[in-house]
């Protein structure tokens, strides 16, 4: 199951939650806390992939420590996600020298977009995680992870690198999925792949509504390379490690893969069909079983993944001439409420429609009604409850985060923004 961050940061730190190695084969371990790292150890020292969540590095490395004292050698990057690439002080033991940082070389460019984009990145977390733009403070009270983190990059490679340390061989492939500077790893001598993003155990991460483009189509293209090599072992970006059993592993790839191509053939073919405006788009694409638990819609979703080709091939507009060049939302919403007789009336309508599972018209009215009259206290709690009971509904994290986080704007009297 796909984690919260802010509720596993909470859970460990008050004791109530402890970091799980498992030992995937000889001297290879690895732990699922929120995003997953993988421990190799050489007769060099240890290589890592990936470091986890700022916060949690510290108690992974302190488990990771009662089954290893090696020195860590290389740390590998899978990609320049905070819960990725920011940990790997922890790890490291005193007096060691500085590791080398493997990495592909587009995730200097993230780091340096993140230092750009500081408060924008803190902000779409927060609301990403169901509060308002406020809970970036609280989340991000020691410093925000957004920029370069302590260890950058010492090493950058383009398309392939091989790694050799201790006498083990690491492959490395870049790929374009979640993001566009990903790597998955291969170690031939083990049988061990480390996906990365690429595999999270649920609905591919290929459609967040809030973040930069995602790549689905690519994303398929590295599942079936990844399959090709015949792992034994999975140690995914997210979720548990499949262990000894790989059949498992190629049904994983296989099946995703094929998932993420029936997504992506069938939002191009609707595109094709006279590009009609994007938001119907969704509703008329023929979306493939997600039949198995590691395809449901636990954090991303399928309607998102197909927004995100519709974005990548046929632009930000959504099809609609009125929203070419819009009106700001509060006029348009003080002309809609006018018409319907007033907020109250608009927002008492949405709370009919909710009780009656219509969410999709509710929420489009307990807009209006906010956006008209945030300061009205019976409005503010009636849209308060269409979204709180939306958020109850949705099928992913992502999506009831942001409708949680619409409701913690009504509550506070204000536009969700």
């Not at 290389?74 to 320049?80: K, N, R, S, V, W």
């Not at 990903?182 to 993003?197: I, M, N």
Request: with cysteine; aromatic share 8%.
């Amino acid at each position: 199951m796909v984690e919260n961050a802010i509720e596993t940061v909470a859970a460990v730190e008050a004791g109530a939650r402890a970091p799980e190695i498992v030992q995937v084969t000889d001297r290879t371990y690895f732990c699922p806390l929120f995003s997953g790292v993988t421990a190799f150890e050489t007769d060099d020292g240890l290589v890592l992939v990936d470091t986890g969540l700022q916060q949690l590095a510290p108690h992974i490395a302190d488990a990771l420590r009662e089954h290893t004292d090696a020195p860590v050698d290389t740390a590998i990057y899978t990609h320049g996600h905070v819960d990725h690439a920011y940990g790997l002080e922890p790890y490291l033991l005193d007096g060691q020298a500085d590791p080398e940082v493997v990495a592909h070389e587009a995730v200097t460019e993230r780091f340096a977009r993140y230092g750009r984009t500081r408060a924008h990145n803190e902000a779409i977390n927060a609301r990403q995680f169901g509060g308002t733009v406020d809970l970036a403070d609280m989340m991000y009270e020691d410093g925000s992870p957004f920029g370069y983190p302590d260890y950058q990059p010492t090493t950058e490679y383009r398309d392939e690198l091989v790694l050799t340390v201790g006498g083990e061989r690491f492959e490395l492939h870049h790929g374009r999925g979640e993001t566009d500077d990903h790597t998955w790893v291969y170690c031939p001598g083990r049988e061990v792949l480390c996906s990365g993003d690429f595999s999270i155990g649920a609905c591919p991460n290929a459609g967040n509504p809030q973040k930069v483009q995602r790549y689905p189509g690519e994303w398929v293209d590295a599942l079936r390379e990844m399959a090709a090599e015949e792992p034994r072992h999975l140690c995914p970006g997210h979720g548990d490690a499949i262990v000894d059993d790989p059949d498992a592993v190629d049904e994983r790839l296989v099946r995703t893969a094929a998932y993420l191509e029936d997504l992506v053939d069938e939002t191009l073919a609707a595109l094709n069909d006279e590009s009609p405006p994007h938001v119907d788009i969704v509703h008329d694409v023929d979306y493939p079983d997600a039949d198995a638990e590691w395809l449901a819609p636990q954090y991303d979703e399928p309607e998102f993944i197909v927004r995100s080709v519709i974005r990548r091939y046929g632009g930000w507009w959504t099809g609609r001439p009125s929203e070419l060049k819009p009106a700001p939302r509060a006029a348009l919403a003080s002309e809609v409420t006018a018409l319907a007789g007033g907020p109250a009336e608009l927002a008492e309508r949405a709370e009919a429609l909710a009780d009656d599972g219509e969410y999709r018209l509710a929420g489009h009215l307990a807009d209006f009604a906010l956006e008209a009259a945030p300061e009205d206290d019976a409005v503010a709690a009636a849209v308060n409850r269409v979204y709180s009971a939306r958020a109850d509904q949705a099928s992913s994290l992502m999506a009831g985060n942001i409708y949680r986080s619409a409701a913690s704007y009504a509550g506070e009297r204000r536009p969700f923004r």
